[in-house]
């Protein structure tokens, strides 16, 4: 059974462009983990300082390994200073099926 994810993350708006720039970074090598189906960031467009990323993962060992990984680490580490607030992340499921 796949996992699907939103994850809001709400940025403080003087760090929003580096937390933009930290998050695309890590797009090519999350998107390669072999357990990674989708990992789509969106920057909101009523310009809030928020960013939404839409990941599907094979299953939880997947979801489990990406959140292992040293530049997943890294992002992580540099929100300590710039969320406004703690990230929500919301499992979805299909609508049909």
């Known amino acids: 059974m796949t996992l ?10 003087e ?3 580096e937390a933009c ?6 797009c090519p090598a999350t998107r390669a983990e ?4 989708a990992f789509e960031p969106r920057r909101h467009a009523d310009g809030s300082s ?12 997947a979801f489990d390994y990406h959140h292992a990984q040293d530049y997943t680490k890294d992002v992580f580490a540099k929100y300590q200073n710039w ?4 990230p929500v992340l919301v499992e979805v499921k299909p609508l049909e099926g």
């Open 34 to 37: 072999s357990g990674c189906i």
């Open 50 to 61: 928020t960013i939404t990323i839409f990941e599907e993962w094979t299953g939880r060992e």
């Open 4 to 13: 699907t994810f939103l994850a809001t993350i709400t940025v403080k708006p």
């Open 83 to 86: 969320l406004a607030s703690d």
């Open 21 to 26: 720039q930290a998050v695309t970074a890590i």
């Open 15 to 17: 760090y929003m462009e």
